[in-house]
């Protein structure tokens, strides 16, 4: 098992950044794929992005071209940088680990994007 914390998330007004941080309690990123989820009031869990072991990145269509994933392995942290914010990204954001034995999951920050 490792312990995921999410930070950064708040509330901003569109077109305005945000840069999520999930802090794992030990180094994980050469052996699991990493993942950014996001909740809406109402909706499931949908996936962002993600970023395997080997450094590959995957976005979904809506945030492609605003949002960058990026880890720091000296850190044991997995970043989401949030660009061009749009009132439709207003979520709570998920870090996930997938490490062949189930996924693990963080608690979960607010962002919250107005007009």
């Known amino acids: 098992q490792v312990q995921l914390v999410e930070s950064g998330g708040d509330s901003v007004q569109a077109g305005g950044s945000l840069k999520l941080s999930c802090a794992a309690s030990?180094?994980?990123?050469?052996?699991?794929?990493m993942g950014w989820f996001r909740q809406a009031p109402g909706k499931g869990r949908d996936l962002v992005s993600s970023i395997s072991s080997h450094g590959t990145t995957t976005y979904a269509d809506s945030v492609k071209g605003r949002f960058t994933i990026s880890q720091d392995n000296a850190k044991n942290t997995l970043y989401l940088q949030m660009n061009s914010l749009k009132t439709e990204d207003t979520a709570v954001y998920y870090c996930?680990?997938?490490?062949?034995?189930?996924?693990?999951w963080g608690q979960g920050t607010q962002v919250t994007v107005s007009s």
């Open positions: 996930a680990a997938d490490c062949g034995n189930g996924r693990n």
């Open positions: 030990r180094y994980i990123f050469s052996s699991c794929r």
